[in-house]
């Protein structure tokens, strides 16, 4: 197997399976790929086109093609050298519905079900309604009312001989143990006897083969006849009322509830703020194994080669389970095939990390899956000159704060509200903290949810790591930021709660407490607290204040430090530096199945920023044309001021490189991608509509400005504008995707490519960056290779990106030392445009490489109808090279001719003929 070189993620769903990816390796192969990157592929919800909501974790999904068509995808690989690198998903799986035979067994047991620690439920709830019970928020309006409506009803699975109520969509099995409830009112004594049999169970062990009694017993007509009858007398718009069945559930292990009750009822954890993923507790040996039973299999039978995790911020311990999962994982290396033979097994983590955060290297994982590099070029990418007029335009129009205080504000409005029930429970266990000491057993539950409201609003980073010797190093300065903070945003009778927070959370050591309930309890703190901040943070920043903000939507996207406008070419050199030092295997990314908007949407963004001026003018121009597009509700315009300017830079960002404004049938179908993208704004914002109270009457009106902008004959003025507009960014945003392509490729950690992505990609947030991919035009393409005078000529069909990127990926394959474990050197750069200019070198003891690109060029396109700044633009421009690299002849890209140097390379040689370039040291090309 090839080394790990670069990887190609793929979203695997009905439509797009294990075959389908196995008739694409040899274009994976040719691209230049080494691993595949697998979304999820254990069994999901029926119809899932994500793979997060796992139902059983036994097995393939069989609506992928199941075990079998993942051995031929692998098999497939292993003719072409490559691997794969699975997705999975250890902190929740799917609940609700009908399909999790776990969740399914729990609701029918409830403590006594094996699966009840599986779980992570608070069973002893302070709310003595749901003492012992498990809260199902479900339901599709208040329990009484749809109790009383019949629509949920009580049914017979006569194949598998139980009891269940049914919702839509989600089942709810009866305990069996009150079968005895349902048959005595059979009127059949085979099935009254059998009822009481059920009602002897303690335990779910001997259950099986009674379900399998009844089911036999049920194909008999007369004991048919017989459940119907004991069904009849607990329909609740029968002769009996809802009470019948309202007393059999009652007697169950959950109750049932609106979805509504969610936010502030709920007594287990979730994947955020949706109900129908339910956290599991995989630091619980039994539930660990148990959920990667199938996974350790597959990595002993040599069928994959590394593992991606997902939401690792979410697990109880992620310090204790990565350092886990790598004893596991390194005790079954030996285990597998020779063919299938691997030194090292990478594990990465998805972590989004903060400003100034660094992964925790004690952690034995191989790195992140790349948002902070995502990050860092978008950063690169902006020029610091456009920040206070962009700024200025934003918050003169919208009336919004700035994004520090807008991030606040949506923290607290999801504590409030989605949130509600895991505050409380945090609060909760810090109440019981406080009682466990004499000298804090004052704390009034009203003070303590103060404190911890403002501690996690001003909290910086996604969360800590507090463990039993407290708070780690790395993550100290957060932690008192974050006090500090709320400190300021507190009045001063708050003050001592937050110092006792401050010691209770890891401040103090949990094992330097006596042994026994306090111990327990602050350790059951520290663990809810940091399981706070982190759904708390993704819900405010990502769900939320993205959608609230906009200076530069380029700048909002996920593991982006969005109040960060801009920064200098020295601090990519340091982050590269750093990353090669810590993390050199670290994923590299530019898109994910999770980003805002497209890598390349993002990149002709960004050039907004050097041309601010000039966008201001664009947005007060069209705002007058579009007057009378817009609607007066009674709440104000529609759409407001801040809606109307993400609707503009959403245009700019993602209109299609092809589409014309005369252009019906196109226009139609990006009309189609805008709604869908506007709704989800809209309602993500949580300011004027939201998903949990859609303002229908808003949204109608937005989508009516939106559409009429697009699609009506009478604002073919404005329709020309944008797109005129559009196509004076397509130039200096294609350099820039391409000059992010080529960092992506050359810096220090692995690259990752999205599907799809090897050609321009300028989609918008799921699902429109899930759209089927168009394979046989890429693999067309990519068979033509194309001199590069023709690529730039028909830039806009993205032969050009592909091209570039199986070039880059060749030179990596062919020298993957000096890629995965070079030096970095950054190069200085001299001359009348050295502040347009990035470059480094890659260098071992026997091979170089020199990477040039332009940043913040726009002024030197001008008015270029390809991205290629013209060569006698540089002027005197230089890349001064080091003793190390000067006298060689260099191989660049596309070029056959090598390029000689001594101690400058000049940026009209090097950029002549190319946007961006990568140059080798033809001795150590020859040699590979």
């Not at 998805?350 to 902070?372: A, F, M, N, S």
């Amino acid at each position: 197997m090839n080394a790990l070189t670069a990887t190609l993620r793929l979203q695997f769903h009905a439509e797009f399976t294990l075959d389908d990816a196995q008739a694409l390796v040899p274009y994976f192969a040719r691209l230049g790929i080494s691993h595949l990157y697998a979304s999820p592929l254990l069994e999901a919800q029926p119809g899932s086109r994500h793979g997060y909501d796992v139902v059983d974790p036994s097995r393939i999904s069989p609506a992928l093609g199941g075990e079998a068509a993942l051995e031929r995808l692998v098999t497939a690989l292993r003719q072409h050298g490559m691997g794969l690198i699975l997705d999975i998903v250890s902190n929740h799986m799917a609940v609700g519905g009908a399909h999790n035979p776990w969740w399914q067994e729990l609701l029918a047991w409830g403590r006594r079900s094996p699966y009840s620690e599986f779980f992570d439920i608070q069973w002893h709830s302070p709310d003595p309604l749901l003492e012992g019970q498990l809260l199902l928020p479900f339901l599709s309006s208040d329990y009484g009312a749809v109790l009383q409506a019949g629509e949920i009803p009580l049914r017979f699975d006569a194949e598998r001989g139980r009891f269940q109520v049914e919702h839509y969509q989600h089942r709810f099995p009866i305990c069996p143990a009150d079968y005895a409830r349902i048959l005595k009112h059979s009127g059949q004594p085979l099935l009254i006897e059998l009822g009481q049999r059920f009602a002897a169970l303690s335990g779910p062990q001997a259950a099986p083969v009674l379900h399998r009694e009844l089911a036999a017993l049920a194909r008999q007509a007369h004991a048919a006849l017989g459940i119907d009858q004991a069904l009849a007398y607990f329909d609740a718009q029968g002769v009996h009322g809802y009470q019948p069945l309202h007393h059999l559930l009652e007697r169950q292990p959950y109750r049932l509830a609106s979805w509504r009750t969610a936010a502030d009822d709920i007594n287990w954890r979730r994947f955020f703020d949706v109900n129908e993923l339910g956290g599991l507790r995989v630091e619980r040996p039994v539930v660990f194994e148990a959920t990667h039973a199938k996974v350790f299999e597959l990595i002993e039978r040599g069928l994959i080669d590394g593992l991606r995790i997902d939401h690792i911020d979410g697990l109880a311990d992620p310090r204790g389970y990565c350092r886990k999962l790598r004893r596991r994982v390194n005790g079954l290396l030996a285990q597998r095939p020779l063919s299938a033979a691997l030194e090292h097994f990478p594990i990465y983590v998805e972590k989004i990390l903060g400003p100034g955060e660094q992964l925790h290297r004690d952690w034995q994982v191989d790195g992140t899956t790349g948002y902070e590099f995502m990050d860092q070029v978008s950063l690169l990418q902006h020029d610091p000159a456009g920040e206070a007029e962009l700024s200025a335009l934003w918050h003169d129009l919208s009336e919004r704060p700035a994004f520090a205080e807008e991030l606040r504000l949506a923290r607290q409005q999801v504590l409030n509200a989605g949130l509600a029930g895991d505050f409380e429970s945090v609060a909760q266990a810090l109440l019981q903290v406080a009682r466990d000491d004499l000298m804090s057993r004052d704390l009034t539950l009203g003070a303590i949810r103060r404190a911890l409201q403002a501690l996690v609003e001003h909290y910086p980073v996604y969360r800590t790591y507090i463990n039993a010797c407290g708070r780690p190093a790395e993550d100290e300065g957060f932690f008192q930021q974050a006090l500090a903070d709320a400190r300021s945003h507190l009045g001063e009778a708050d003050w001592p709660v937050l110092d006792y927070l401050q010691r209770w959370l890891g401040g103090e050591p949990w094992r330097q407490v006596p042994a026994g309930r306090p111990r327990k309890h602050r350790r059951h703190a520290c663990v809810r607290f940091q399981q706070l901040t982190s759904p708390t943070a993704a819900k405010a920043v990502e769900d939320t204040a993205f959608y609230r903000s906009a200076v530069l939507l380029s700048r909002n996207d996920v593991g982006f430090a969005a109040e960060r406008f801009s920064a200098p070419a020295e601090a990519f050199h340091a982050q590269n530096a750093q990353r090669l030092a810590s993390f050199p295997d670290n994923l590299l990314t530019t898109a994910t199945h999770d980003h805002k908007r497209g890598e390349d949407t993002r990149a002709r963004l960004a050039a907004l920023s050097e041309r601010s001026h000039w966008y201001c003018a664009r947005i007060e121009h069209w705002r007058e044309l579009a007057g009378p597009l817009r609607s007066s509700l009674p709440d104000g315009d529609a759409p407001s001021p801040a809606d109307e300017m993400l609707l503009y830079q959403t245009l700019l960002g993602s209109w299609p490189p092809t589409l014309r404004s005369d252009d019906a049938a196109g226009l139609a179908a990006y009309a189609e991608r805008l709604r869908q993208w506007q709704q989800k704004a809209l309602r993500e914002a949580k300011l004027r509509s939201s998903w949990s109270a859609p303002n229908d009457i808003y949204e109608g009106a937005c989508a009516a400005y939106s559409d009429a902008l697009l699609l009506d004959a009478q604002c073919q003025q404005l329709r020309q504008s944008v797109a005129s507009a559009v196509h004076s960014l397509a130039c200096p945003g294609a350099l820039n995707s391409l000059a992010q392509c080529l960092l992506r490729m050359t810096a220090p950690g692995v690259p990752d490519l999205y599907q799809g992505n090897e050609c321009w990609d300028f989609s918008l947030v799921d699902p429109d960056n899930r759209r089927p991919v168009d394979y046989p035009a890429r693999r067309a393409a990519l068979d033509e290779r194309h001199a590069i005078g023709q690529l730039l000529a028909n830039w806009q069909d993205g032969r050009l990106k592909q091209a570039l990127i199986a070039q880059v990926l060749e030179r990596r394959r062919q020298l993957p030392e000096l890629f995965l474990r070079g030096d970095y050197l950054p190069l200085e750069v001299r001359g009348k445009h050295a502040d347009k200019v990035l470059a480094f070198a890659r260098v071992n003891d026997e091979q170089r490489a020199i990477i040039v690109v332009p940043r913040l060029a726009c002024d030197l396109l001008g008015a270029a109808s390809q991205p290629l700044i013209p060569a006698q633009n540089w002027d005197d421009t230089c890349v001064l090279l080091p003793f190390t690299l000067t006298t060689a002849n260099w191989t660049g890209l596309f070029e056959q001719g090598a390029v000689t140097t001594s101690k400058e390379l000049w940026l009209g040689t090097a950029l002549k003929a190319v946007p961006v370039n990568l140059f080798i040291d033809s001795v150590a090309l020859s040699g590979a």
